[in-house]
């Protein structure tokens, strides 16, 4: 079965700074991987995900991830945030076929002005 | 959003009685999903549906039980609420055939005294 480890709990980031946000997942087979935010009190919003084909997925928000097949890594990227960014982030698998998702613990990203 | 309806929002009960929480879909989704999402876990898969009347355990599935009479509903049941499952739930559905995405409920809050 498989697992996800987001590495970093919290992340405070100054506004218009760049940040990453990582992800490693544990599965033996092919895997769908995603990324979703969730705003305070609200449902779950996709960011991106990676299914196939090119290793770098872009997604809403200017949000971009990298999925490494070799160091089992899906690493969540924004080149500048905004203080609209702060929000709680989500890493999810799933092994291909399976349709079962599985969730990481979260980070929650703090932009400070 | 996938048409996905929760039902209740918020509901407060006491402990040892019998909750059901609903899920509407008006889109035909074959795959559907109960998890429940806390400070630190993020969201754990209670049970999930892929069919009418097929319906499997996920990895936190003690004290709930759930059914899929027809394709758009997804009970979700405490057979005898405790305090430990006082958490938000999310219903979410997979819908293989548009790229593998995946839609999530605004959730249902649920406190158990």
């Known amino acids: 079965a498989q697992s996800v480890t987001q590495l970093d709990s919290q992340v405070p980031v100054f506004e218009e700074a760049p940040v990453e946000l990582r992800c490693n997942y544990s599965?033996?087979?092919?895997?769908?991987l995603f990324w979703y935010v969730q705003y305070p009190n609200q449902g779950l919003q996709l960011l991106l995900k990676?299914?196939?084909?090119?290793?770098l997925v872009k997604g809403i928000n200017g949000f971009e991830a990298e999925f490494n097949k070799s160091q089992t890594s899906f690493h969540l990227r924004k080149p500048s945030v905004h203080i609209s960014d702060t929000a709680e982030y989500f890493c999810?698998?799933?092994?291909?076929?399976?349709?079962?998702?599985?969730f990481g613990a979260g980070t929650t990203v703090t932009v400070r002005a | 959003d996938a048409g996905i309806t929760q039902s209740p929002r918020h509901k407060v009960t006491e402990t040892g009685t019998p909750v059901t929480l609903r899920c509407h879909q008006t889109?035909?989704?074959?795959?559907m999903y109960w998890y429940r999402q806390d400070p630190g876990h993020g969201l754990r898969l209670i049970h999930y549906s892929y069919g009418v009347k097929d319906t499997d355990k996920g990895e936190v599935s003690d004290g709930y039980s759930v059914s899929r009479s027809k394709t758009e509903d997804f009970l979700l049941t405490l057979e005898s609420a405790t305090s430990s499952q006082t958490s938000v739930y999310f219903c979410?559905?997979?819908?293989?055939?548009?790229?593998?995405?995946?839609?999530f409920g605004e959730g249902s809050w649920l406190t158990v005294v």
């Open positions: 990676y299914l196939s084909g090119s290793t």
């Open positions: 599965s033996s087979v092919s895997v769908y």
């Open positions: 999810a698998v799933s092994e291909r076929g399976d349709y079962k998702l599985s």
């Open positions: 979410a559905v997979w819908e293989p055939s548009s790229g593998n995405t995946i839609y």
């Open positions: 889109e035909n989704h074959r795959y």
